[in-house]
Every structure is written in structure tokens, then in C-alpha cells.
């Protein structure tokens, strides 16, 4: 659990980056050099024969899924969405786990979806409100929330708790799923090499922050927090960095807040934080 609450803390940082530094920047050129660094990250620590080919290739195809498609949805999402409407309307992630996991293991696990459903409720309780947000950019975040789901949930299988294979001698082979599956839009369209040079140096150290860290860090501190927690446990703890964000920017970038926001964020914690009981309570199969 201690990797997926580090993860969630980095990624409580990274809000707003994306709209604010990388403002007319193509979104699938960003996506290919986020994923890119990260796999760069990763390769001095790749040991593909240590697995057959056949895992290698799906775990290259989760990474098309969980960090390719996600991506491309997700950036193309700020062209419709403002920063903390694309936070807002990521909050469903935990009940898309909680639900392919029961697909994948053709059960239904009542505790982990009722524990994933509270942890909704959490992050609504603090999350600001929009009226007339964009349908196109709502559909763009619930298409990432699926991919990255479905690819933390698939990751799981492929590596099970069980397996003794390590998680940074394989994960590079995610990040090059993603970042081939990144590159076909890329490839396609016109003006990527003038839109690359034309990336100011703080744009250039934005995108190598969120490729090294967020990306690349976060990612791999996630999937092998997931690996090592119960399935319930990891689908809550998915809108852990909504509240995180939240004081993060409390503590960092505003004044201290009123009493009803401050009561708000006290609430949806106790409410995570009961969530996660919920599934660490339980018995094994109704939560593995």
C-alpha cells in the first residue's frame, strides 16, 4: 500500500501542468514524449529473458492501453475540459476497477464495488462543480478511466502477487507499448517536427518532469503497488490524489481555506479512509 500512496502523492503535484504549461502543445506529441522518457527511464533495468515472449507481448499491450490509449484520451480531454473538470470527472476510475477485476475473475464482489462506490462519493464531496462541461471531453476522461483501469487490473494478472519476477525489470516493456501505440498519431499527422521545435525550454522541462516523474515514477510505484494489495485496496486508493491535490495546493499555492472546504476534505479522507476498511476487512475471496 505504501507504493500506491506515493504514487498518489506524486501525482497530487501534477494537476494543472498540463493546461497551464502545455497550452497548444499537440496532445499525442505529448503523450508520445512522456511515455517515451519513461521507458528511457526504465531501460537500464530491462531483462525481457527473464519472461517468455508470449507475456512480454501482452505486457507490452497493456501498456498501449493503460498508458497509449489513456494518454491520448486524457491530453485530448484539456482541449474541451479545464484542469480541475478533467480531476473532477476522473473520479470514477476506482468502480471501472472494481468491475473488470470481477470481470476478469468471473465473480462479483459486493464489498469492493460498495468500497469502490464510496470512494466516488469522497472525491465528489471535495471536487468543484461545472455546469455545461464539454460531453466530448466527459467521454474523453471516461475512456482513459477504462484504459487505465483495465491495464492496472490486467497488470495484476500477468504478474501476480505470487510471481517472483521483478517490477523494474519488466515495466520498460509497458512503456514501449505505450509509447509505440502513442507514436501511430504522431507518425500520421502533419507539422510534429515544427511543433517540436517550437516547444519553449519551459515547456521542454514540464514535459521532462511529467515524462520522469508522474509518468514514469508514478506509474511503476501504482502497478507495483497494485500487484501487492488486494484488489478492493487499489481500486479505492485510485482517488487518493484528489484530496492530495487539494491540500497539496492548500499548503503550496493558496491561503488557508474556509472552514466548509477544510470540512469537506476532512470528510472525503474519513470516507476513503473507511473505504479502505472496508476492503482490508474482508476475507480474501471477497476481495482477491
Given at each position: 500500500m505504501a507504493a500506491l500512496l506515493a504514487a498518489s502523492l506524486i501525482w497530487a503535484f501534477s494537476f494543472g501542468l498540463i493546461k497551464t504549461q502545455l497550452a497548444g502543445v499537440p496532445p499525442h506529441l505529448v503523450a508520445l514524449l512522456r511515455l517515451a522518457l519513461s521507458a528511457l527511464l526504465f531501460a537500464p533495468w530491462f531483462r525481457p529473458g527473464r519472461i517468455g515472449r508470449r507475456t512480454l507481448g501482452l505486457l507490452a499491450a497493456t501498456g498501449a492501453v493503460q498508458y497509449g490509449v489513456m494518454y491520448l484520451?486524457?491530453?485530448?480531454?484539456?482541449?474541451?475540459?479545464?484542469?480541475?473538470?478533467?480531476?473532477?470527472?476522473t473520479i470514477f476510475t476506482p468502480i471501472y476497477v472494481a468491475l473488470i477485476a470481477d470481470a476478469t475473475a468471473r465473480t462479483?464482489?459486493?464489498r469492493n464495488l460498495a468500497a469502490a462506490a464510496l470512494s466516488v462519493v469522497a472525491a465528489w464531496i471535495v471536487s468543484p462543480r461545472y455546469a455545461g462541461a464539454a460531453l466530448a471531453?466527459?467521454?474523453?476522461v471516461q475512456l482513459s478511466n477504462v484504459c487505465f483501469a483495465a491495464g492496472q487490473v490486467w497488470y495484476r494478472c500477468l504478474v501476480p502477487p505470487s510471481s517472483e519476477t521483478r517490477d523494474r525489470e519488466i515495466f520498460a516493456a509497458l512503456y514501449c507499448g505505450g509509447s509505440l501505440l502513442a507514436a501511430i498519431p504522431v507518425a500520421i499527422s502533419s507539422g510534429m517536427s515544427s511543433a517540436l521545435a517550437a516547444l519553449t525550454s519551459t515547456q521542454i522541462a514540464t514535459i521532462l518532469y511529467l515524462g520522469v516523474i508522474p509518468s514514469g515514477l508514478g506509474f511503476f510505484l501504482w502497478n507495483a503497488g497494485?500487484?501487492?494489495s488486494r484488489e478492493g485496496t487499489a481500486a479505492v486508493l485510485n482517488n487518493l490524489k484528489v484530496p492530495l491535490a487539494i491540500l497539496v495546493s492548500w499548503m503550496i499555492f493558496e491561503p488557508?481555506?474556509?472552514l466548509e472546504s477544510l470540512a469537506r476534505t476532512v470528510l472525503a479522507v474519513i470516507l476513503l479512509v473507511a473505504a479502505v476498511w472496508l476492503t482490508e476487512t474482508g476475507t480474501s475471496r471477497e476481495n482477491n
Open positions: 484520451a486524457y491530453l485530448a480531454s484539456f482541449q474541451h475540459l479545464k484542469a480541475s473538470e478533467v480531476a473532477l470527472w462479483f464482489r459486493r471531453g466527459i467521454a474523453l497494485v500487484r501487492r488557508f481555506p474556509s
